[in-house]
């Protein structure tokens, strides 16, 4: 089963609105990752957060990891039909070993 | 450089069956590892091996099995099919000199199992 637990699995939006997922971890991570998936792509790595409280933008996306090194956000701001897809994040619990959420796929309605 | 590639795209078996997966990482990079992807499921991690190690294995019978060879290539081997095996399985390789992780998946392989 999944170690690290991603909420919402689903999330529509009309275009233009905001959108959160996020990510929790029983244990400390060393780092984070975001992924993103297409339909019918593969995962396409978008950010790495190593630091507590670390924030990381990317134009319209905001990246953050918690103090404790157990959550994490990704927030989209004014999202458009290009941000479709599934986004996954990845914890890293040691040096070798990461586990997958279980993703937040999101439609956005134009 | 050459993205991460799977053999085949597409395999369809039936119950009972066994099954090898290909996957030829990125040149230079040491570190495969293999997902199976289920609509139910996610991404569940099944192994991951780093100069023809395994160094991690994540919940799986050991009816799925892997191997890397000098050159970085790696096979999944998945014996005595069951139906719940049908999935996308997915492998990504990762150089550890660009920074710990950072993965690059290919495009995987669809398993349908009848």
């Known amino acids: 089963g999944q170690q690290v637990m991603q909420i919402p699995q689903y999330q529509h939006v009309q275009e233009g609105e905001d959108f959160t997922t996020y990510c929790n971890s029983s244990?400390?991570?060393?780092?984070i990752q975001w992924y993103k998936q297409r339909p019918g792509g593969h995962p396409v790595f978008l950010i790495q957060?190593?630091?507590?409280?670390e924030v990381k933008k990317q134009k319209r996306l905001t990246f953050q990891f918690g103090e404790a090194k157990k959550n994490s956000s990704l927030h989209i701001t004014a999202t458009q039909t290009t941000d479709v897809g599934t986004y996954f994040c990845a914890g890293l619990r040691n040096n070798n070993d990461m586990r997958f959420g279980a993703g937040t796929r999101l439609t956005v309605k134009p | 450089k050459a993205g991460v590639t799977q053999t085949p795209r597409y395999l369809i078996k039936t119950r009972g069956q066994q099954v090898t997966l290909s996957c030829s990482p990125i040149s230079g990079h040491r570190s495969v590892s293999w997902y199976q992807q289920t609509p139910g499921q996610g991404l569940q991690f099944l192994f991951e091996?780093?100069?023809?190690?395994?160094?991690n294995k994540g919940n799986f019978p050991g009816r799925f099995s892997g191997r890397q060879f000098s050159n970085s290539r790696s096979e999944m081997n998945v014996s005595t099919l069951e139906l719940g095996d049908s999935a996308l399985y997915l492998c990504?390789?990762?150089?550890?000199?660009?920074?710990?992780?950072?993965?690059?998946f290919g495009p995987g392989t669809r398993l349908t199992v009848t």
């Open positions: 244990t400390t991570l060393s780092n």
């Open positions: 091996y780093f100069s023809e190690t395994q160094r």
């Open positions: 957060l190593v630091k507590s409280g």
């Open positions: 990504a390789s990762s150089s550890l000199a660009q920074g710990p992780y950072e993965q690059y």
